[in-house]
């Protein structure tokens, strides 16, 4: 296994095409301020492997262009090394490649949520969301095409349009695939699929296809039907090019539904879909807790949204409460912790050159037999019949369907008698399949009653202390996923729950990973915090190890001012990586 190393890295940003970075450019800013970058992907080139793309949630852009924007990260020697840019099209970008990108042209600030995905010919499909943060939102799902093993960007175009109002309808949780199977009569299609958000839990999956290598794309499809809370699609294709599109749903009633992970078929190339039914039932593995102003927090979300300084707010987990994570002042929950939002959702994943057509499928629930009562506010579980709080072991578990056959018996794909499993990804190429989460074992404050990075114990305050946080873990098979061999991939522990966004009072650490493999070989991406500079807040007393580096004056009423010194490490949230091989 190599080294991980940081995939965003700190240093300067290149335009796409070598285009120059005139004056007042965003891009002159990025590598060298240190912002936040997160949710990545990863992407192995089929056939010239030692070529690595990736992308995140870059932060880097706000601080001249005042919005997120979907970076671009190309290694042509194993991620050893990284050149890094960003998407053509955002604000202050007046390159040719820019201007006409849509995504200016419909006046769109912000993009993100990104994911990729290569054919056989050496084009990179890249996908993700863009929105404005203020009204016009314009929600919209995007495709860009690199080419010249990505070395060389083709093209944007707009494949699914949101509502103009804010808390419309809204376009997000993005997935992308190639037909790379080997006896595909569908080969080189495009496949995307992606969550439509309507409010109330009426969300869609929606689908649409590209036959012609990625310049135009079908009118999008709902294909989930019958199914509640749907979101986080995954889609893979087998060898005889048959198309799954999986997503975290509910069967039953709102009321009485239990969550479910979806999936649906298609034998004709995308055209047409199979009836949504569940591959599995589970229970949700989501961070939840009660906030004492909820008000004042609510305002607050809205406010980190619209100043590009957090993501939308979501509310749709089976746990309960009113807070999907907790931090400072009116983030501050009423158990004391201070956790990242992270809820259960599928990945899924098919070898092109297996005969047997299977399909493997990866995700993180509670583990059903470590269900207890929480002891504060604080559930990851679904809550008891009687209304009791629940908290449980976050693990990762493993299904697979052979060719027309059923789902097998979920499994645990790594066991661990202690420690939380989250944001899992799969990938299955040349008869290997790998695996990669965040995984919190090393964590010496674990217990089914607290997030990873907290301890039991708390300070003065009433915050609870931190603790070591989370570690990545990855795991590979050679045998179909009979048996897999588990390794570290993080060098390092990182502290996910350090509170730099919301005005420095609240953490995010993104909503997935994401592993690529060719062969034996497999490159794995994550978020990771290890270069940030901790430091103290000095509004807000207790809560100390969660706070950040920043400079604030105070003021003479007892205030303080807004932090002058963002560039200064205490955002420096980095994508890492890492090739490792079975």
Request: with cysteine; net charge negative.
């Amino acid at each position: 296994m190599g080294a991980d190393r940081p995939i965003s890295t700190d240093s300067p940003y290149v335009k796409a095409n070598g285009r120059p970075a005139p004056a007042g450019d965003a891009i002159t800013a990025c590598g060298t301020n240190r912002r936040q970058q997160n949710e990545p992907t990863a992407a192995v080139n089929p056939t010239s492997p030692a070529i690595v793309t990736s992308g995140s949630n870059d932060y880097c852009t706000v601080e001249i262009a005042g919005g997120t924007w979907a970076g671009f990260y190309r290694s042509t020697n194993d991620g050893a090394t990284w050149t890094d840019s960003l998407l053509p099209g955002y604000p202050t970008d007046t390159s040719p490649e820019g201007l006409a990108s849509p995504l200016h042209q419909r006046g769109i600030t912000n993009a993100g949520d990104p994911v990729q995905a290569w054919d056989r010919d050496g084009r990179l499909f890249y996908m993700g969301n863009a929105f404005n943060r203020v009204a016009p939102q314009n929600g919209s799902v995007w495709v860009a095409t690199y080419d010249q093993n990505a070395a060389h960007y083709v093209r944007t175009v707009v494949v699914g349009k949101g509502a103009p109002a804010l808390r419309g309808k809204f376009n997000d949780k993005t997935s992308i695939e190639v037909d790379r199977g080997l006896a595909s009569p569908y080969a080189g299609n495009v496949y995307v699929a992606w969550s439509v958000f309507q409010g109330n839990g009426n969300n869609e999956i929606r689908f649409a296809r590209s036959t012609d290598h990625g310049a135009t794309f079908s009118n999008p499809m709902k294909i989930s039907e019958g199914s509640l809370d749907n979101q986080f699609a995954d889609i893979a294709v087998t060898r005889d090019g048959t198309v799954y599109v999986a997503w975290s749903g509910t069967v039953g009633s709102r009321a009485n539904g239990q969550d479910a992970m979806m999936w649906v078929r298609s034998d004709d190339g995308g055209r047409t879909f199979s009836k949504p039914a569940p591959a599995t039932t589970f229970d949700g593995f989501d961070a939840a807790d009660t906030v004492g102003n909820p008000a004042a927090a609510e305002q607050a979300r809205e406010q980190a949204f619209e100043n590009a300084d957090g993501p939308e707010p979501e509310n749709e987990v089976t746990s309960a409460g009113n807070a999907r994570d907790c931090g400072s002042g009116p983030f501050a929950c009423e158990s004391g912790f201070v956790f990242f939002r992270h809820d259960s959702q599928p990945r899924i994943t098919a070898d092109p050159a297996d005969p047997t057509n299977t399909v493997s499928m990866v995700y993180d629930a509670t583990d059903p037999a470590t269900e207890v009562a929480s002891t504060s506010t604080y559930n990851t579980a679904p809550v008891a019949p009687d209304g009791t709080l629940m908290v449980g072991q976050g693990a990762v578990y493993l299904t697979q369907k052979v060719g027309d056959g059923a789902w097998a018996a979920p499994r645990k794909l790594a066991p661990t008698p202690v420690g939380h499993q989250l944001f899992p990804d799969i990938n299955a190429d040349g008869g290997y399949l790998f695996a990669l989460w965040h995984d919190s074992r090393n964590d010496m404050g674990y217990s089914v009653q607290n997030p990873p990075g907290d301890q039991t114990a708390k300070d003065a305050a009433g915050f609870h202390l931190p603790s070591v946080g989370l570690d990545t873990y990855g795991a590979s098979s050679a045998d179909g996923g009979a048996t897999w061999s588990v390794v570290r991939l993080s060098s390092v522990s990182q502290m996910p729950n350090y509170e730099m966004f919301g005005d420095r009072r609240v953490p995010f650490h993104g909503d997935y990973n994401y592993v690529s493999s060719v062969g034996n070989l497999a490159f794995g991406a994550w978020t990771d915090t290890r270069q940030v500079l901790g430091g103290d807040d000095p509004r807000y007393v207790g809560g100390e190890g969660f706070d950040v580096h920043q400079c604030r004056t105070a003021n003479p009423d007892g205030t303080f001012g807004a932090d002058t010194c963002p560039n200064a490490g205490g955002l420096d949230q980095d994508v890492f990586g890492v090739l490792f091989s079975h």
